[in-house]
């Protein structure tokens, strides 16, 4: 739980706000990578799957169900939108674009990482002074 909220903050129904919690645990990393691709161009998960090599998620170690179960997740609390596109060849897909809320979800894990960032090199810095 983070120092801003209360236990009860928890319990409530999912919405913004709920999300400053979450930003700054690497495990979600995946979360704010999938929204900045998501923000540069709507996309079918198998493309946002191919892209994440970009932020050093391997494609051939990532589990494309685990990308799906995010995007189903962020779509759930409003932070992407999809339809079913089915005009090219080809069986039909899923097309992701961000929404609004999503780029404020996005901004705010800008925010946390910039902060992580400085924690981070301090640690470094004070594990090099140490060794």
């Known amino acids: 739980m983070c120092n801003k ?3 009860e903050h928890h319990e409530e129904k999912a919405n913004l706000m709920d999300h400053c919690c979450r930003v700054g645990r690497m495990e979600r990393f995946l979360e704010p990578c ?3 691709l998501l923000r540069q161009e709507p996309s079918h998960g ?6 994440l090599n970009d932020f050093g998620f391997e494609p051939e170690s990532q589990d494309p169900g ?3 179960r ?3 997740r962020l779509e ?5 939108t999809s339809h079913w596109e089915t005009g090219k060849a080809g069986p039909a897909k899923r097309l992701y674009k961000v929404t609004t809320e999503g780029n404020e979800l996005l901004s705010a894990w800008t925010t946390t990482i910039r902060g992580n960032i ?3 090199e301090r ?4 594990y090099q002074s140490i060794v």
Do not use: A, N, P, S
Request: charged fraction near 20%; charge should be positive; hydrophobic fraction near 45%.
């Open 70 to 72: 995010h995007l189903r």
């Open 46 to 51: 198998y493309d946002l799957l191919q892209k």
């Open 34 to 36: 999938l929204l900045l």
């Open 76 to 80: 759930r609390e409003g932070m992407v």
């Open 118 to 120: 400085g924690i981070l």
């Open 66 to 68: 685990h990308i799906y």
């Open 123 to 126: 640690f470094l810095q004070k």
């Open 5 to 7: 909220h209360t236990h």
